[in-house]
């Protein structure tokens, strides 16, 4: 079965220090991965597709098949990084979402 | 944005009346979807579609139904609304081959 597991319902950081947000999957085929960035009462956008190996807005995830993670990481958080984040699990016809991660920015 | 619209964008409601959600895309795309958004639960997939007039299940279907007679509307229904479904709906999109949505402005939902 598909799963995704974010560890950290939230995270609080203050500006300018790094940030990292966990996300664990299980799924027994070849994963897509992907990370959603929700601002407030705003739709959810795509921010990061594994495939891509990009990098948006500072921020980057490397999917490590070993460990089944896709962690978002930004080595110096801004105010405007504030939001509601998701990790998503591509694989069928359906995306699996982990419940979410509240990520604050501290002035 | 993808060319995703929701109507309406805000609706308060009485327990028990029919409420019909509707999405709107621009793109022809094949899949379309509905998740509701709730605190502590995340997105929870309501039910999506794969085609014209094709339609299945997600997770929390129960108390809501979905048509789609034309590629570009995907319509949900509440057939009798209860406050549990008090919640924001979100609409999705699936473009090509990827399996990467793209989601329309949300619908805040009260049932009073």
């Known amino acids: 079965a598909q799963r995704v597991t974010q560890p950290e319902k939230l995270l609080s950081v203050f500006k300018g220090a790094p940030v990292e947000l966990k996300c664990n999957y299980s799924?027994?085929?070849?994963?897509?991965l992907f990370w959603y960035v929700q601002y407030s009462r705003q739709r959810l956008q795509l921010l990061l597709r594994h495939i891509s190996r990009e990098s948006i807005k500072g921020f980057t995830a490397d999917l490590n098949k070993g460990e089944t993670s896709f962690h978002l990481k930004k080595p110096f958080a801004q105010e405007e990084d504030s939001a509601m984040y998701y990790c998503?699990?591509?694989?069928?016809?359906?995306?699996?979402f982990g419940k979410g991660t509240k990520l604050t920015v501290n002035p | 944005d993808a060319g995703i619209t929701q109507s309406p964008r805000h609706k308060v409601t009485e327990t028990g009346t029919p409420v019909t959600l509707r999405c709107h895309q621009t793109e022809n795309h094949r899949y379309m979807y509905w998740y509701r958004q709730d605190p502590g639960h995340g997105l929870r997939l309501i039910h999506y579609s794969y085609g014209v007039k094709d339609t299945d299940k997600g997770e929390v279907s129960d108390g809501y139904s979905v048509s789609r007679s034309k590629t570009e509307d995907f319509l949900l229904t509440l057939e009798s609304a209860t406050s549990s479904q008090t919640s924001v709906y979100f609409c999705?999109?699936?473009?090509?081959?990827?399996?990467?949505?793209?989601f329309g402005p949300g619908t805040r939902l009260t049932v009073t």
């Open positions: 799924y027994s085929g070849s994963p897509e």
């Open positions: 998503a699990l591509g694989g069928s016809e359906k995306l699996v």
């Open positions: 999705a999109i699936r473009g090509g081959v990827s399996y990467e949505q793209y």
